[in-house]
């Protein structure tokens, strides 16, 4: 069982920055498959950035790509996202996820259906 808590949500103004932190426990986040999802209220949960292997395959959505970088702290086993330019469309409350990938996985697929545990969720609000 892998436990995954997030932080480091806030409001802030257009242009700004946050880093949200998900720590987790249960296994190594080096070994695991690990993403960052976001839901706005009305809307579907989406994928914007996914890891795996240490860093050395990573993904974003468009709509992220850019702006935020994803990574992680093996030796806090701690999960990253640095969210630079925020807009007010970034607004959501966001997810951490995580799974154990198949041998064969190279790149952590942003579907959310693909993961199996998840954190609480941090809000993250930027006004414009």
């Known amino acids: 069982q892998v436990q995954l808590v997030e932080s480091g949500g806030g409001s802030v103004q257009a242009g700004g920055s946050l880093r949200l932190s998900c720590a987790a426990s249960g296994d190594t986040v080096s070994r695991l498959c690990m993403a960052w999802f976001r839901q706005a209220p009305g809307k579907e949960r989406e994928g914007v950035a996914t890891i795996y292997a240490g860093g050395r395959s990573t993904y974003y959505s468009d709509s992220v790509k850019g702006r935020f970088n994803i990574s992680q702290d093996n030796a806090k086993n701690t999960l990253y996202l640095q969210m630079n330019g925020l807009k007010p469309e970034d607004t959501a409350m966001y997810y951490c996820?995580?799974?154990?990938?198949?041998?064969?996985?190279?790149?952590?697929?942003?579907?959310?259906?693909?993961?199996?545990?998840w954190g609480q969720g941090t809000q993250v609000t930027v006004s414009s």
């Open positions: 996820a995580a799974v154990r990938p198949a041998w064969w996985v190279r790149v952590c697929a942003p579907e959310r259906s693909s993961y199996n545990y």
